[in-house]
Nanobody
Framework: QLQLVESGGGLVQIGGSLRLSCTAS???????IGWFRQAPGKEREVVAC????????NTADSVKGRFTISRDNANRMAYLQMNNLKPEDTAVYYC??????????????????????WGRGTQVTVSS
């Protein structure tokens, strides 16, 4: 079981950028990674995902063109670069990992139930 720790959240103005990091306790090489977010009163939703080799990604329509997911297996890290932030991006952001996930990354990210390990999240607040 991986231990995951998110960092990089904070308060940012509309149009600003943040880079979230996810640090794993062990190698990420065999794991698919997902970034999720949950706003108050709303369900947790997927933001972006990347497969274990790192060649395939997908992002939610709401953040497409603004958010980019990446990974650095050698350093046990995953990242979510967030640009042109909007108030509706305000949420707690979580990274998650899972093994053996099979999905068509061309059309969608794996469902959250397929991820086994989760971090505790990092708060992102976008204000005007």
């Amino acid at each position: 079981q991986l231990q995951l720790v998110e960092s990089g959240g904070g308060l940012v103005q509309i149009g600003g950028s943040l880079r979230l990091s996810c640090t794993a306790s062990d190698t990420l090489a065999d794991y698919a990674i997902g970034w999720f977010r949950q706003a108050p009163g709303k369900e947790r939703e997927v933001v972006a995902c990347i497969d274990s080799p790192g060649g395939r990604t997908n992002t939610a329509d709401s953040v497409k063109g603004r958010f980019t997911i990446s990974r650095d297996n050698a350093n046990r890290m995953a990242y979510l670069q967030m640009n042109n932030l909007k108030p509706e991006d305000t949420a707690v952001y979580y990274c998650a990992t899972g093994r053996g996930i099979i999905t068509d990354y061309r059309t969608h990210c794996p469902h959250l139930v397929l991820y086994d390990d989760w971090g505790r999240g990092t708060q992102v607040t976008v204000s005007s």
